[in-house]
């Protein structure tokens, strides 16, 4: 998720707002509030029979990383819009300030994603494979490209990869006569929705919903044409209004359709589970729906339940599932854990009876790089790095040969899941900072903390360590370690 969370991602929620209205990107937005709800959801039966292991599946794709952490200069005003209230940047990580953090600051996040291909129609394009966002979409030939300082602007300033040569080949879809996607790092799209054909990993959705962005605000990387959504039908952002009061899950206004991976089961292609395997070394991967990946993997696996999380205002999301949301036993970060610390937001536990206070929610989030944690867990785990560690862009940074403390996630059971070195102290992204008069080569920490109120992720620095599968049948996530 670009939006991610950032839609973060949540590809964070993407408004209604017309894209006309995109263009002033000074404004800071209220931030979203969530709350994880008790209970579980039941399961959903199997569109061809219960499952009885994961086994692995020959519908799978290919994926591959694409990075560009530069963005595009000619939109550098995109960065514009905050984020979120940050602490001042520097040596001293118990200095605050009142100023936010701008998306800008977070532009490593942004370029680093997995992207596979689809085809829709006869047309085959790369998308960012996205589990914080429910939507697919593309971009449309002769589209408009703005930047938000000086309107419209040459659609190669954008950085879209091709764009989509066609119209929907079943028609638009009723009700909705446009959309408009904004995201929290100040970028947008709009366009229309409508029905066509999508086939991917050998597989052909008949008469699927997407959208055809044909208006952008957007910094791309010049491969990739839009974002293929995983996420629950709940999480799709198509309204019947422009009025951004509405502009939430299970509104008066809301559209909700079955996003591809449902119609995918729905259609009996294959069982209602997917799965993703990501290799950092070589930036490829898997996607795979129906079971697992070819891929090596330990036999033995972590589980942890799907749950939802309630977004105000929106009193569907008590009850049906938006995002692929887990809550962990625990966190263990360096020599420390949160069994003594206590998450004391009323808003996540007010519902709760089978939780204790040291538990929080994370979303699993594809589109993410790296993880959001509150601070009181990223503070303490940064602060065991080999010293200096500083903060710069909104973003902790350690000596690139410093020692990484160990970081688990424990989920059902007590099983702790650690991630590798390289997915936390990253070698890729580096710079230099003077300390006390000598310059000093840091790499960057790939964990950030955010608002209390959340939301949290767990990103591709968490998924990059295993076969992680989302079984949405059975409302359950498994992940097994790659060998």
């Not at 590809?11 to 209970?39: I, M, N, Q, W």
């Not at 100023?99 to 129609?121: E, G, K, S």
């Not at 589980?303 to 949301?325: C, F, G, L, Q, V």
Request: glycine share 8%.
């Amino acid at each position: 998720m670009k939006y991610t969370a950032l839609v973060l991602p949540l590809a964070g929620l993407a408004s209604a707002t017309p894209l006309a209205h995109a263009v002033d990107s000074t404004t800071e937005s209220s931030p979203l509030r969530f709350r994880f709800r008790a209970g579980h959801l039941p399961s959903q039966p199997h569109a061809r029979g219960v499952q009885k292991k994961d086994v692995v599946v020959s519908n799978a794709v290919p994926m591959r990383k694409v990075t560009n952490a530069g963005g595009n200069n000619a939109l550098r005003s995109v960065w514009k819009q905050p984020l979120h209230k940050t602490f001042a940047d520097g040596w001293d990580l118990t200095a605050e300030t009142n100023t936010t953090t701008p998306a800008a600051r977070l532009r490593f996040l942004i370029h680093n994603q997995y992207i596979v291909p689809i085809q829709i129609d006869d047309q085959e394009l790369q998308v960012t494979v996205d589990t914080g966002s429910s939507d697919t979409w593309v971009v449309q030939s002769n589209f408009s490209c703005f930047d938000p300082d000086v309107g419209q602007i040459g659609s190669e300033f954008c950085s879209f990869g091709p764009v989509f040569n066609g119209t929907f080949k079943y028609g638009s879809v009723p009700d909705v006569s446009s959309f408009a996607l904004s995201f929290s790092n100040g970028e947008y799209i709009g366009g229309a929705a409508g029905y066509d054909d999508v086939t991917i990993a050998g597989l052909t959705v008949k008469k699927q919903q997407i959208l055809l962005a044909n208006e952008a605000m957007w910094a791309g990387d010049g491969v990739t044409s839009g974002y293929l959504g995983l996420g629950y039908p709940l999480g799709t952002q198509v309204f019947s209004s422009s009025d951004p009061t509405y502009a939430y899950p299970g509104s008066p206004t809301h559209r909700k359709y079955d996003p591809v991976f449902t119609s995918m089961y729905k259609q009996g292609l294959v069982d209602p589970v997917f799965s993703i395997a990501m290799n950092r070394t070589s930036g490829e991967g898997w996607l795979a729906f129906g079971g697992l990946p070819p891929v090596e993997h330990e036999d033995d696996y972590a589980r942890a339940a799907i749950r939802p999380i309630e977004i105000d205002n929106s009193p569907a999301t008590k009850t049906e599932n938006t995002y692929y949301t887990i809550v962990p036993d625990g966190f263990v970060f360096g020599n420390l854990n949160t069994s003594n610390l206590t998450f004391s937001n009323p808003t996540w536990t007010a519902d709760f009876n089978d939780t204790k206070p040291s538990q929080f929610p994370v979303i699993l989030n594809s589109g993410l790089p790296f993880s959001f944690l509150p601070r009181s867990v990223v503070l303490p785990y940064v602060l065991q790095f080999s010293a200096p560690v500083g903060r710069f862009g909104g973003q902790y940074w350690a000596p690139c040969n410093s020692t990484v403390p160990p970081f688990g996630v424990t989920l059902s059971g007590g099983k702790t899941i650690y991630l590798a070195e390289a997915d936390i102290l990253q070698q890729e992204f580096t710079q230099v900072q003077s300390y006390e008069g000598l310059p000093v080569d840091l790499c960057l920490i790939a964990f950030m903390d955010t608002l209390p109120d959340g939301p949290f992720y767990l990103g591709d620095n968490f998924l990059n360590n295993f076969v992680s599968v989302f079984d949405v049948g059975n409302s359950e996530m498994r992940f097994y370690p790659l060998k």
